[in-house]
């Protein structure tokens, strides 16, 4: 069989989960078996999971993610029904489960794929980046179950049908006493640039902390979420979480405009996958122009409220 | 409170070198610094020093012999003691062999704090810190951004993508922390000068009791078997505001 470990984030399914139901669907077929799924939160949205074609799904009730906890009774469970391969997201919550499992069961881990293949001869291969991008290593496992944390949004997503299948058979807890979470910040949805869509990021072209604001007026505009390099988030001028690179976070979206960033090797790493990328910068030789689409030079001052002003004016025309 | 910093020492810059044969890191070649994620640890661990009584920092690394650069700038940061895990054995290390190694030591060593960096810029896995914790069976908190309370338990802030979470963690626990929680101090050219004159305690194998089938390339369950260098590099095409809308437009995002 090959699992995988749903994720829940403030009571709701994480979307993680279904890029995982569709990336191990695809495994299960060519090395001819099933796909279950382990869920860590509420028993309403693993019966919503049921929609997904899985084989069965195994509920780890719990209010609060606790990565103990998870370790244990996934240990149990997976010695209990021995999967061949085990999948979890590349996320937050994760990264910091899936060690703790793959050492209780001690066998392999590999962090952070963006592509997994069964090749002609039945071996598992697992595609990751290293050394911030700079090189994709292809790594095989010894040991069972081969275990794989998987980056979001790389994966084909599993799509919902009307029709259930399978059902839910509860995972027995193992109580973990020595942590607790006392409190939860829910970061606001649109500060989220792992979800987003559309992402405007800043950097240190933007000269002054004020720059953001412009920022902010070009995401609303177009319905994105703001993002930063990292000297940026260094200054002071935004909070961490908009930071996208090597010490940040990887995205994703559809669209990324990156305004005054240089284009570091470290900043490419985390947004070089992005759909369509478009760089508005003043320096031609600047190396963000060697990963854009679209680049547009010049003074950001003067492009940005221009760009905003077409965006508006093409709204209107066109009625929305 | 004793506290255990890990240190990776990793390849300065982007000159990496990957052998052929192994798949693995040729450490051997290039200079060794600290991973950058790792002076928010050792920095967190001097903060702590200084507000608190009794504190003893050891900083310890697994790496090649020349790895004694990266735990000399620890000494020089103000590391009380370090320790090199350093033989033979150990080479070719995945996470599991590598996090096996380390707990063996810091379990020798005694610790009330364990504290790693988020990731390590060569590996990149995040996957030692957690490791770690579960072979010495203690708790760990990945992600902190900040400690709020120190004492018998901890208070730290952890971060997720959609939230961060207050979670309170008994002692002896184990953190990694992110480039949010402090701003690493550079250390004097005193402390420089001193840290390089210093002797490196380094341990073996055998002080620590692992079998050989435990540690290194054999005690390692993945094997990297291709490496390949991609390329995302694009066409740019250069426009003004009117081109903009067009690709916006042919990208259906307008
Ligand atoms: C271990 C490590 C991890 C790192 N992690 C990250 C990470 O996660 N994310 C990250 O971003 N960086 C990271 N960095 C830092 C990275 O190396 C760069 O320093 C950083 O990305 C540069 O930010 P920047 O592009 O905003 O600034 P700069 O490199 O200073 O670039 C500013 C750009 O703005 C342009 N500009 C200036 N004024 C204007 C104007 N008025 N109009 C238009 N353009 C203008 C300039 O031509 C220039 O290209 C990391 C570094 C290390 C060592
Ligand atoms: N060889 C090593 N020696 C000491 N510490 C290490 C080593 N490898 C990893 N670590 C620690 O584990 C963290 C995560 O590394 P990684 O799992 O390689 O991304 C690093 O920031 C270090 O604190």
Redesign the interface.
Known sequence: MVLIVGEE??EKIAPITYDLIGEGKELAEKIEEGVDCAYIGNRKNAGELLHYGLDRVFLLESDEFI??EG?SSLASLIEKIKPTIVLIGA???G??????L???L???????CTGLEINEKGEF?QIR???????????????LPKMATVRYKVMDRAHRTDEKSGSIQDVEPVP?N??????????EERG?I??AE?IISGGKGLGKKDGFKLIEEFANV?GGVVGASRKAVDDGWID??HQVG??G?TVKP??YIACGISGS?QH?AGM??S?????INENEAAPI?????????GDLYE?IP??I???EE??KK?GS | MRIVVCIKPTPEG?E?A?SPET?TLEREKGDLIIN??DLYAVEEAIKIKEKQKEVEITGIAMAPPKGDSALREALALGCDRTILLTDREFAGA???AT??TLAKAIDKLGFDLVICG?KS???????????I???LDI?????V?SILELGEKM?VKQ????????????LP?LITV???INDPRLPSFKNKLKAKKAEIETWGLENLGLNPQECGLKG???????????S???E??????????E??EE?R??
Not at chain 1, 95 to 100: G, I, M, T, V
Not at chain 1, 275 to 279: F, K, L, P, T
């Open positions: 984030r403030q990565e103990e370790a996320t937050n919550r990264r910091s489960l899936a060690p703790r793959a050492v209780k001690e066998t392999g881990l590999t962090a952070d291969l980046p290293a050394f911030g991008g700079n090189v994709m290593a292809t790594i095989v496992t010894k040991t973990y020595k942590k607790k979470i006392l409190n939860l910040y829910p970061i989220d792992t979800e559309i177009l961490y979480s090597l010490s976070r559809k669209l090797v490419l070089q996958t759909e369509h990328i478009v760089a122009f060697k990963v854009a689409d679209v680049g547009i030079l492009i221009r760009l002003d077409e965006v093409y709204r066109m | 982007s990496l990957i798949g950058p994620f995945d996470t599991l996090s096996r988020m810029t060569d590996g990149d896995t995040a996957q030692v810190g957690p490791g914790a579960e072979f708790s760990h908190v990945s992600w951004s208070v971060m997720l993508e959609d939230c961060y979470r207050e979670v309170e963690v008994g626990c992110t480039k949010e390692s369950p993945t094997r990297v078997v291709k490496t390949a260098h991609p995302y590099r694009k740019v095409e250069f426009v003004d505001e009117k081109g903009f809308i690709e916006l990208w995002i307008l």
